[in-house]
């Protein structure tokens, strides 16, 4: 999920708080070393293009319709 760099760590704990298995911005290193990649879990990091937003608990994020294996709903 890509959010306005401000508000990363704020998302990251709402997501944490209501039960989502969250990260907060791994490195790609981070991410093939440690995390199961076919269990579901949120991805927060800095949002870094033009794409438009869609609002989430009161936060701007990157939308992810469209792209594919990105939108899961929660366990």
Same mark, same amino acid.
């Given at each position: 999920?890509?959010?306005?760099?401000?508000?990363?760590?704020?998302?990251?704990?709402?997501? !944490?708080?209501?039960?989502?298995?969250?990260? *907060?911005?791994?490195?790609?290193?981070? /991410? @093939?070393?440690?995390?199961?990649? %076919? !269990?579901?879990?949120?991805?927060?990091?800095? *949002?870094?293009?033009?794409?438009?937003? /869609? @609002?989430?608990?009161?936060?701007? %994020?990157?939308?992810?319709?469209?792209?594919?294996?990105?939108?899961?709903?929660?366990?």
């Amino acid at each position: 999920m890509e959010v306005d760099r401000d508000a990363m760590e704020s998302v990251f704990h709402t997501l !944490k708080q209501e039960g989502y298995t969250a990260y *907060l911005n791994p490195s790609k290193d981070f /991410v @093939y070393d440690n995390i199961d990649l %076919a !269990k579901e879990a949120v991805i927060v990091k800095p *949002l870094i293009s033009e794409s438009p937003l /869609v @609002y989430f608990k009161g936060f701007g %994020a990157g939308d992810l319709r469209g792209c594919a294996g990105t939108h899961r709903h929660r366990p």
